[in-house]
């Protein structure tokens, strides 16, 4: 059996998972159970103004980044489905940067470049860095 070692190639793996999932995981919740989709939804369309986006494009695009930012930033923090979930948030963010751009052309990105650069450096570094995780252990005792 291999050895287990912790390196710090794994505590950077583990932390900045971590903290994007946290960061997710927190925007998701904060829209599923506080604002609910539908405050999500009519957020947009207020900021939206007079641009006009289809309901529905508005309604399921709101479904989809709300539990999509809750459920992968749970995911992120436990470490299951890693990958899968930094994809899903990677297209959560393309959604989000469309929708903002939409509203404010030169609009502010201090919400959305930190979780940006976060998913890039995850997705760049080695899997097997990621020891600290529910994937990892899933992995050895298959």
């Given at each position: 059996?291999?050895?287990?070692?912790?390196?710090?190639?794994?505590?950077?793996?583990?932390?900045?998972?971590?903290?994007?999932?946290?960061?997710?995981?927190?925007?998701?919740?904060?829209?599923?159970?506080?604002?609910?989709?539908?405050?999500?939804?009519?957020?947009?369309?207020?900021?939206?103004?007079?641009?006009?986006?289809?309901?529905?494009?508005?309604?399921?695009?709101?479904?989809?980044?709300?539990?999509?930012?809750?459920?992968?930033?749970?995911?992120?923090?436990?470490?299951?489905?890693?990958?899968?979930?930094?994809?899903?948030?990677?297209?959560?963010?393309?959604?989000?940067?469309?929708?903002?751009?939409?509203?404010?052309?030169?609009?502010?990105?201090q919400l959305l470049f930190p979780r940006l650069i976060l998913l890039g450096v995850l997705l760049?570094?080695?899997?097997?860095?990621?020891?600290?995780?529910?994937?990892?252990?899933?992995?050895?005792?298959?």
């Amino acid at each position: 059996m291999e050895a287990f070692t912790i390196n710090n190639e794994a505590v950077l793996t583990f932390v900045l998972r971590v903290i994007l999932g946290i960061l997710f995981f927190f925007q998701g919740y904060d829209k599923v159970f506080k604002l609910k989709i539908g405050g999500v939804r009519d957020f947009f369309r207020q900021e939206l103004g007079t641009i006009k986006v289809p309901d529905f494009v508005l309604t399921s695009t709101s479904w989809f980044t709300s539990y999509a930012e809750l459920i992968c930033g749970a995911m992120l923090i436990i470490g299951l489905f890693k990958q899968y979930a930094l994809y899903i948030l990677g297209i959560d963010l393309i959604l989000v940067a469309g929708a903002f751009s939409l509203i404010k052309p030169m609009w502010d990105m201090q919400l959305l470049f930190p979780r940006l650069i976060l998913l890039g450096v995850l997705l760049y570094l080695p899997a097997e860095w990621d020891v600290l995780s529910a994937d990892y252990i899933i992995q050895k005792i298959m």
